[in-house]
């Protein structure tokens, strides 16, 4: 096991491949200041270069998941005039956030523990599977205090759960609970809070010993199936089978097919 130091994350890479990443800023729920959101883009970096890293898997810290922006490193005065410039703050920290979640090619777990509201819902939304403990909730926060939902909740959202249960969710800024969320299709899992982790670590190590690759290109296939016609879709679906047809682990996924044993994929 390797552990790395950060000020707002607890970072470990277990010897299963599985990177754990633990949101810790408890007593704010997690909210995103500048150093946690720093310090995330720069671990999703590291978990894409490090051939050891096969899955990530992302929590928060205490009672939250996380509660999106910090607010309070926004606070105003009566009359101050000076206004923050978010579209800056969003191009620097989220959106290398989710655009490194959604592109990164291994697959990445999240277990919603708590809240997981504004930015933090979005956060939730861009990992590839979630599970949520009972505890959770998701709240389109965004509204309340007048801004556009962003860090790609307009996007992830309508996909997920259809775009009117999205508008009526960003729209109202209603918090929903870990069971409507499971039957909206938000979330992949619902489970007892004690359960949580170790079932989102036996789950996030399946997907470590799984063909890496292979993940990775399908992440890749449905990035682009989302945003592009079928024809040129399934041209580019052709692409990627080729390249996944080349690699070690489906070699063997067919040998222990024929051969009538397990696979041992080795990510390569
Ligand atoms: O600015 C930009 O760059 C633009 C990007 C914006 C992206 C966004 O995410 S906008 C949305 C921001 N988030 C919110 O609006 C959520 C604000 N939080 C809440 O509404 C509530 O805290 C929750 C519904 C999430 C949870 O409520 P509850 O009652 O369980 O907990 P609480 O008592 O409100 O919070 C516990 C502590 O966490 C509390 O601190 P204290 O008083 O004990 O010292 C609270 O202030 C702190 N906390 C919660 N959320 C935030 C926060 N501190 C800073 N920022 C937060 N977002």
Redesign the pocket.
């Known amino acids: 096991m390797t552990a790395m130091t950060y000020e707002t994350l607890l970072v470990e890479l277990k010897a299963s491949g599985v990177l754990q990443v633990l949101l810790n800023r408890p007593?704010?729920?997690n909210?995103f200041n500048d150093t946690l959101s720093f310090e995330l883009i720069d671990v999703l970096k590291q978990a894409e270069k490090n051939p050891e890293v096969r899955c990530v898997l992302l929590t928060g810290a205490g009672r939250?998941f996380c509660?999106?922006?910090?607010?309070?490193s926004?606070s105003f005065s009566q009359n101050d005039s000076e206004r923050?410039h978010?579209g800056e703050?969003?191009r620097n920290?989220?959106m290398p956030i989710i655009l490194k979640l959604r592109t990164l090619e291994k697959p990445v777990v999240c277990a919603v523990n708590g809240?997981a509201?504004?930015?933090?819902a979005s956060l939730a939304l861009a990992c590839d599977y979630r599970l949520a403990s009972e505890h959770a909730s998701f709240?389109q926060?965004?509204i309340?205090?007048g801004?556009v939902p962003?860090?790609g909740a307009c996007s992830l959202l309508p996909r997920l759960v259809g775009l009117g249960r999205a508008m009526d969710l960003m729209m109202t800024g209603r918090k929903v609970s870990a069971q409507e969320a499971l039957d909206m299709g938000m979330i992949n899992q619902l489970l007892p809070s004690e359960e949580l982790m170790e079932k989102a670590m036996a789950f996030s190590q399946e997907l470590a010993s799984g063909p890496t690759k292979a993940y990775g290109l399908l992440k890749r296939a449905v990035n682009k199936a989302m945003d592009t016609d079928l024809a040129s879709y399934l041209s580019y679906e052709a692409d990627l089978q080729e390249i996944a047809g080349r690699t070690d682990d489906f070699k063997e996924g067919v040998m222990a097919f024929v051969e009538k044993r397990t696979p041992v994929f080795q990510g390569q």
Not at 67 to 72: C, F, I, K, S
Not at 117 to 120: E, H, L, S, V, Y
Request: zero cysteines.
């Open positions: 007593d704010k729920l909210a939250g509660a999106g922006q910090d607010l309070q926004r923050p978010l703050s969003i920290r989220y809240v509201a504004g930015a933090g709240i926060s965004f309340k205090v801004l962003d860090s």
